[in-house]
């Protein structure tokens, strides 16, 4: 193996405003006792990135100037803190970007997703827009052989989907998909690989996501045009869906969620909403006795494991879902990628 170098180049968010990212050159970190270095192989762009980019509100009150940012993202381990018994050099792993403290009341009872003290990598931490990074070993996740390196940084938003539609019934139900980002379009696989008896997929007016959703198995493509709701009501003998899911982030379609979810039936909500006060048809809740529930993160580790499983059936069809790879040097030319939404995930090379 080559040394390791002492210096990077790292893509960092250097002024507080829109765009605002430049390549500066920075220390290689090195691994803490609990933690391993990582040379990078890729890392994909998250819609979390693309807020950084454009320094909302969100953005400028988490994170902090300088920051190297880049969460979804995998590489092998090339050195190992001096605590670490469970990675050695040479081991393949994709990182869980949420930061857990293990010791709070959430962690103890199972719920290290929302840890009372948990930081975001790469969001609240330098990440993995560089070449190198160091991370927690317990986040540093072994996966599945037959899952390539080059498609091994999408695991994080592919376990937001999974997390989101086993909020509620997936096999043999109907299952409606809102917002066809590069997360719902996982949502579509997995229902259909959990063996959903009817996908039903939503976008607004995405040509080419709305495809992407036909080719990863949806049964019925609905956008703009459509009646939402009504269609969703026809498809389901005027009942509704057993379980939806909320991927757009627009709160007209949190209330179309509302209105063709069948009576006690599961909602759940991925999404991040612009406005921090979002409208909802709350006695529609009520009485059609529905299960609301907000999803954060991933389950650590029953959502990776489950991940996992469908990954080792090959039953994921994450190849479909990478529209755009470009090399690190471009990264700008990346975000513009994702940022015009004319594709599914955009994956950066190192
Ligand atoms: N809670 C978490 O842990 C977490 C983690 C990651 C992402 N997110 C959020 O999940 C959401 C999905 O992220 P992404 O990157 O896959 O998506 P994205 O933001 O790239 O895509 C959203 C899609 O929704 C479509 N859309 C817009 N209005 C719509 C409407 N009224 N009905 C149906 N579709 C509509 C858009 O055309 C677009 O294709 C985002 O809101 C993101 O912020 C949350
Ligand atoms: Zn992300
Ligand atoms: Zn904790």
Same mark, same amino acid.
């Given at each position: 193996?080559?040394?390791?170098?002492?210096?990077?180049? @790292?893509?960092?968010?250097?002024? #507080?405003?829109?765009?605002?990212?430049?390549?500066?050159?920075?220390?290689?970190? &090195?691994?803490?006792?609990?933690?391993?270095?990582?040379?990078?192989? $890729?890392?994909?762009?998250?819609?979390? *990135?693309?807020?950084?980019?454009?320094?909302?509100?969100?953005? /400028?009150?988490?994170?902090?100037?300088?920051?190297?940012?880049?969460?979804?993202?995998?590489?092998?381990?090339?050195?190992?803190?001096?605590?670490?018994?469970?990675?050695?050099?040479?081991?393949?792993?994709?990182?869980?970007?949420?930061?857990?403290?293990?010791?709070?009341?959430?962690?103890?009872?199972?719920?290290?997703?929302?840890?009372?003290?948990? &930081?975001?990598?790469?969001?609240?931490?330098?990440? @993995?827009?560089?070449?190198?990074?160091?991370?927690?070993?317990?986040?540093?996740?072994?996966?599945?052989?037959?899952?390539?390196? *080059?498609?091994?940084?999408? +695991?994080?938003?592919?376990?937001?989907?999974?997390?989101?539609?086993?909020?509620?019934?997936?096999?043999?139900?109907?299952? /409606?998909?809102?917002?066809?980002?590069?997360?719902?379009?996982?949502?579509? =696989?997995?229902?259909? @690989?959990?063996?959903?008896?009817?996908?039903? /997929?939503?976008?607004?007016?995405? +040509?080419?996501?709305?495809? !992407?959703?036909?080719?990863?198995?949806?049964?019925?493509?609905?956008?703009?045009?459509?009646?939402?709701? /009504?269609?969703?009501?026809?498809?389901?003998?005027?009942?509704?869906?057993?379980? $939806?899911?909320?991927? #757009?982030?627009?709160?007209?379609? !949190?209330?179309?969620?509302?209105?063709?979810?069948?009576?006690?039936?599961?909602?759940?909500? !991925?999404?991040?909403?612009?406005?921090?006060?979002?409208?909802?048809?709350?006695?529609?809740?009520?009485?059609?006795?529905?299960?609301?529930?907000?999803? =954060?993160?991933?389950?650590?580790?029953?959502?990776?494991?489950?991940?996992?499983?469908?990954?080792?059936?090959?039953?994921?069809?994450?190849?479909?879902?990478?529209?755009?790879?470009?090399?690190?040097?471009?990264?700008?030319?990346?975000?513009?990628?994702?940022?015009?939404? *004319?594709?599914?995930?955009?994956?950066?090379?190192?």
């Amino acid at each position: 193996m080559t040394a390791i170098p002492k210096t990077m180049m @790292a893509w960092k968010k250097v002024a #507080s405003r829109p765009g605002g990212f430049d390549f500066v050159e920075t220390s290689v970190p &090195q691994a803490k006792p609990d933690e391993v270095l990582v040379k990078t192989h $890729s890392t994909s762009i998250c819609g979390t *990135d693309l807020h950084i980019w454009k320094w909302d509100e969100w953005a /400028a009150e988490n994170v902090p100037i300088n920051t190297t940012t880049g969460h979804e993202t995998c590489g092998v381990v090339i050195a190992v803190g001096s605590e670490v018994t469970t990675h050695k050099v040479g081991d393949k792993i994709a990182v869980e970007c949420h930061l857990a403290c293990w010791d709070c009341d959430r962690c103890r009872e199972g719920n290290a997703h929302i840890c009372e003290n948990g &930081q975001i990598f790469g969001v609240h931490t330098n990440g @993995a827009f560089a070449p190198y990074f160091t991370v927690p070993a317990i986040n540093a996740r072994h996966f599945p052989d037959n899952l390539t390196m *080059d498609l091994a940084s999408v +695991q994080d938003p592919l376990g937001n989907a999974i997390h989101t539609l086993t909020g509620g019934p997936v096999r043999d139900a109907t299952v /409606a998909i809102h917002g066809l980002g590069p997360i719902g379009l996982f949502a579509v =696989n997995v229902a259909k @690989a959990m063996g959903a008896s009817k996908v039903i /997929a939503i976008d607004w007016d995405n +040509q080419t996501r709305m495809q !992407l959703a036909t080719k990863l198995g949806a049964d019925v493509v609905l956008g703009k045009g459509d009646d939402i709701v /009504a269609s969703i009501l026809a498809h389901t003998n005027g009942q509704g869906v057993d379980n $939806s899911c909320e991927f #757009s982030g627009s709160p007209s379609a !949190l209330s179309n969620t509302i209105y063709s979810t069948r009576m006690g039936g599961y909602v759940n909500v !991925l999404s991040v909403y612009g406005t921090t006060k979002t409208e909802v048809p709350m006695n529609d809740i009520v009485f059609r006795y529905l299960h609301l529930k907000g999803i =954060n993160g991933r389950k650590m580790w029953s959502t990776w494991e489950t991940m996992h499983e469908l990954i080792s059936q090959d039953k994921v069809d994450i190849e479909t879902i990478v529209t755009h790879r470009v090399s690190f040097n471009d990264c700008k030319l990346g975000f513009e990628l994702a940022m015009g939404g *004319d594709c599914g995930k955009v994956v950066v090379d190192f």
